[in-house]
T-cell receptor, first 113, second 115 residues
Framework: DAGVIQSPRHEVTEMGQEVTLRCKPI?????LFWYRQTMMRGLELLIY????????DSGMPEDRFSAKMPNASFSTLKIQPSEPRDSAVYFC???????????FGSGTQLSVL | GENVEQHPSTLSVQEGDSAVIKCTYS??????FPWYKQELGKGPQLIID?????GEKKDQRIAVTLNKTAKHFSLHITETQPEDSAVYFC??????????????FGKGTSLLVTP
């Protein structure tokens, strides 16, 4: 298996623009997580899905952030409009129902100028 | 919710020495405590984990200890090597994956092993 696949690896955009981050979980995994990593706050959980259903989105910073999981093999995290303080590395991770081990993607480095 | 504190934030040791990273958690219902290693430019990877019914677990040069009463757990790396240099994260969660709980991570420890 190719592991968790995230795209793009790097994204540079200007303040106010819409940003869409994409994630393909490992085939057969039924839970998907979006984390944000910064120096100040470490790894923060933004939202997670079980069987494509959002379970907890309390970590989503504000209404500018939204996440969807239309099917078991794809998820998006959207920021609209983006702000410089959104600059961070965004990780997607997945796991299967019988195992607590999380598998992380390589992350998307987002820079909002 | 669960709050995980991790110390130190940075740690520098000489090759061959031991390294210890400590974490505390707030929710007494937490029962699963993994450690992840993140190398530069990559996502975190699980290196070892421990459950609340066990006090210690060892895997070659790495070991984890858990004190449920005090609500703290530690990662021990012996005979450190330069390739151990990375950021290490502790985490805690309650329940099992079927119950839908997510991992709450500490802020990470940047470990540098100098030759």
């Amino acid at each position: 298996d190719a592991g968790v696949i995230q795209s793009p690896r790097h994204e540079v955009t200007e303040m106010g623009q819409e940003v869409t981050l994409r994630c393909k979980p490992i085939s057969g995994h039924n839970s998907l997580f979006w984390y944000r990593q910064t120096m100040m706050r470490g790894l923060e959980l933004l939202i997670y899905f079980n069987n494509n259903v959002p379970i907890d989105d309390s970590g989503m910073p504000e209404d500018r952030f939204s996440a969807k999981m239309p099917n078991a093999s794809f998820s998006t995290l959207k920021i609209q409009p983006s702000e410089p303080r959104d600059s961070a590395v965004y990780f997607c991770a997945s796991r299967d129902g019988g195992n607590e081990k999380l598998f992380f993607g390589s992350g998307t480095q987002l820079s909002v100028l | 919710g669960e709050n995980v504190e991790q110390h130190p934030s940075t740690l520098s040791v000489q090759e061959g020495d031991s390294a210890v990273i400590k974490c505390t958690y707030s929710d007494s219902a937490s029962n699963y405590f993994p450690w992840y290693k993140q190398e530069l430019g990559k996502g975190p990877q699980l290196i070892i984990d421990i459950r609340s019914n066990v006090g210690e677990k060892k895997d070659q040069r790495i070991a984890v200890t858990l004190n449920k009463t005090a609500k703290h757990f530690s990662l021990h790396i012996t005979e450190t090597q330069p390739e151990d240099s990375a950021v290490y994260f502790c985490a805690a969660s309650k329940g099992n994956s079927n119950s839908g709980y997510a991992l709450n991570f500490g802020k990470g420890t940047s470990l540098l092993v100098t030759p």
